[in-house]
C-alpha cells in the first residue's frame, strides 16, 4: 500500500489541454472518488497514475518515489476497466493467476493468492468456468479479483461498475466497500455517477473541464458545496437553480419576493439588483398547509406538474406560477397531489445557496 501524490500535473493532447493544476495527496490506504461529467478529465488523471499516458507537466509520486519516469508495469499499480476484458480461453483461476505467472511467481503462492481472491470475492465456484459461462457481474469480479491478486500498491477502477444492470451495480458496489475495508489498499476510483461517488469514497475529487472543483468527503461536498456546477452535480434528484434578483432586502425570484433575515443580508453582501443564481436542495422546500400559505408574505406560489411516488417519499416537478421555471421537491410518501394543483412552498432559509450566474 502507498499514499500518491499528484504536484501540479497537466496534460495536453495536440491543442487541448484535458487535466491541469492537479494536485493532491491521497493517503495510504484510503479510497478516493474523481467525479465528474464525460469529458472533464477522470480518466486522464486515473491513466497517468497508472502510466498508460505520461503527464505533460508535474509531478506524481507513489509512496515517496517521483515514478513520471517509471513504466506503467514496474509502478506496482492494478487498474480494471469498465469492460474487464478476461482471457477467454482461460478459466477464472487462471485469469486470476495470469499476472502473478508473468512475474514468476511461485506456483504455490499463487494457488494460495487464487484461492485467497476467489473466497473474498465469492468466486470458489465458478474457478474452472470460462468467462463466457459467467453473468456479467461474476465476470466483473474476477476481473477485480486479477487486480487484486497482484496485491497491487495502489488499485484503480476506471468506471467498473457501468456495464452492471442496476441491481448488480448496487450489490458490487457494496462488495467493493467491503473488499476496500478487508485488504486496505489505497484505491482511486473513477466515475460519472453522483451514487456511486457519494456511497463509496473517503474523500470525493470534483472535476469540470479539466480542472478540480472541490475536494472533500461527501457529505461535507454535499452540504457545502463550492460552486453552481459541484451543486448541481452531487444530489438526485439534483439541486434546484433559479435565477433571481436582489431587491427589497429579499431574493425575487421570477417576480415572486423571498424576504431574507438581517443576518443572511450582512453575510451576502450582494448590491441592489444584483441578478444571481438561487440554489436550494429538493429536501430543503416545503409544502404549506392551506392555512400556512393564506398568512404567509415568505412563499413561492407553484403548479404540480408531474407526481412521482417513490414509496418512502414523493418527488414532486413544479412550475413557478410567474415564470415556468420548474422546481424538484422531495417530500413524504403519503402526499395526495395531481398535476394541475397549486401549492405554497416554504424554503429553509438556512439552506440556500448564492450563485454567481455567469
Ligand atoms: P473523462 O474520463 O472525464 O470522460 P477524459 O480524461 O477521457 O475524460 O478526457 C478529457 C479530455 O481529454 C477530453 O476533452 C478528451 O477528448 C481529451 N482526450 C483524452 N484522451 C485523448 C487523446 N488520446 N487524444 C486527444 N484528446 C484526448
Not at 25 to 47: A, H, M, Q, Y
Not at 203 to 227: E, F, T
Given at each position: 500500500m502507498a499514499k500518491v501524490r499528484l504536484e501540479d500535473i497537466k496534460r495536453r493532447f495536440n491543442n487541448v489541454t484535458a487535466i491541469e493544476?492537479?494536485?493532491?495527496?491521497?493517503?495510504?490506504?484510503?479510497?478516493?472518488?474523481?467525479?465528474?461529467?464525460?469529458?472533464?478529465?477522470?480518466?486522464?488523471?486515473?491513466?497517468?497514475i497508472a502510466g498508460l499516458e505520461s503527464a505533460t507537466s508535474g509531478k506524481l509520486f507513489i509512496g515517496d518515489s517521483l515514478v513520471n519516469n517509471v513504466p506503467a508495469r514496474q509502478r506496482d499499480v492494478a487498474m480494471v476497466f469498465q469492460n474487464y476484458a478476461l482471457y477467454p480461453h482461460m478459466t477464472v483461476a487462471q485469469n486470476i493467476a495470469f499476472g502473478l505467472q508473468m512475474r514468476k511467481v511461485d506456483s504455490k503462492i499463487i494457488q494460495e493468492r487464487v484461492v485467497n481472491v476467489a473466497r473474498s470475492l465469492s468466486l470458489e465456484q465458478l474457478l474452472n468456468r470460462k468467462p463466457k459461462q459467467l453473468s456479467g457481474g461474476q465476470q466483473q469480479r474476477v476481473a477485480l479479483g486479477r487486480a487484486i491478486a497482484r496485491e497491487p500498491q495502489v488499485f484503480l477502477?476506471?468506471?467498473?461498475?457501468?456495464?452492471?444492470?442496476?441491481?448488480?451495480?448496487?450489490d458490487t458496489r457494496a462488495e467493493l466497500k467491503q473488499l476496500h475495508q478487508e485488504l486496505g489498499i489505497t484505491t482511486i476510483y473513477v466515475t460519472h455517477?453522483?451514487?456511486?461517488?457519494?456511497?463509496?469514497?473517503?474523500?470525493?475529487?470534483?472535476?469540470?473541464?479539466?480542472?478540480?472543483?472541490?475536494?472533500?468527503?461527501?457529505?461535507?461536498?454535499?452540504?457545502?458545496?463550492?460552486?453552481?456546477?459541484?451543486?448541481?452535480?452531487?444530489?438526485?434528484?439534483?439541486?434546484?437553480?433559479?435565477?433571481?434578483?436582489?431587491?427589497?432586502?429579499?431574493?425575487?425570484?421570477?417576480?415572486?419576493?423571498?424576504?431574507?433575515?438581517?443576518?443572511?443580508?450582512?453575510?451576502?453582501?450582494?448590491?441592489?439588483?444584483?441578478?444571481?443564481?438561487?440554489?436550494?436542495?429538493?429536501?430543503?422546500?416545503?409544502?404549506?398547509?392551506?392555512?400556512?400559505?393564506?398568512?404567509?408574505?415568505?412563499?413561492?406560489?407553484?403548479?404540480?406538474?408531474?407526481?412521482?411516488?417513490?414509496?418512502?417519499?414523493?418527488?414532486?416537478?413544479?412550475?413557478?406560477?410567474?415564470?415556468?421555471?420548474?422546481?424538484?421537491?422531495?417530500?413524504?410518501?403519503?402526499?395526495?397531489?395531481?398535476?394541475?394543483?397549486?401549492?405554497?412552498?416554504?424554503?429553509?432559509?438556512?439552506?440556500?445557496?448564492?450563485?454567481?450566474?455567469?
Open positions: 493544476d492537479i494536485s493532491f495527496e491521497i493517503p495510504d490506504g484510503e479510497f478516493w472518488v474523481l467525479v465528474g461529467p464525460s469529458g472533464c478529465g477522470k480518466s486522464t488523471i486515473l491513466r497517468t477502477l476506471d468506471e467498473p461498475l457501468s456495464n452492471l444492470d442496476a441491481q448488480l451495480r448496487d455517477d453522483q451514487v456511486e461517488a457519494m456511497t463509496l469514497a473517503d474523500k470525493i475529487v470534483v472535476l469540470n473541464r479539466g480542472r478540480i472543483q472541490q475536494i472533500g468527503d461527501p457529505q461535507n461536498i454535499y452540504a457545502r458545496p463550492a460552486n453552481q456546477m459541484v451543486a448541481a452535480f452531487l444530489g438526485n434528484p439534483p439541486m434546484n437553480i433559479l435565477p433571481a434578483i436582489y431587491k427589497d432586502d429579499g431574493f425575487d425570484v421570477s417576480g415572486q419576493l423571498l424576504a431574507i433575515p438581517s443576518y443572511m443580508q450582512d453575510n451576502l453582501r450582494l448590491p441592489q439588483g444584483q441578478n444571481f443564481n438561487l440554489g436550494i436542495r429538493p429536501e430543503h422546500i416545503f409544502i404549506n398547509e392551506p392555512q400556512q400559505a393564506a398568512e404567509n408574505q415568505n412563499q413561492l406560489v407553484v403548479e404540480v406538474k408531474v407526481v412521482e411516488p417513490l414509496g418512502r417519499e414523493t418527488l414532486i416537478r413544479a412550475a413557478l406560477v410567474k415564470s415556468a421555471a420548474l422546481l424538484n421537491i422531495q417530500t413524504s410518501g403519503n402526499v395526495r397531489l395531481h398535476p394541475g394543483d397549486r401549492l405554497s412552498l416554504q424554503l429553509d432559509l438556512n439552506e440556500l445557496f448564492v450563485f454567481d450566474p455567469k
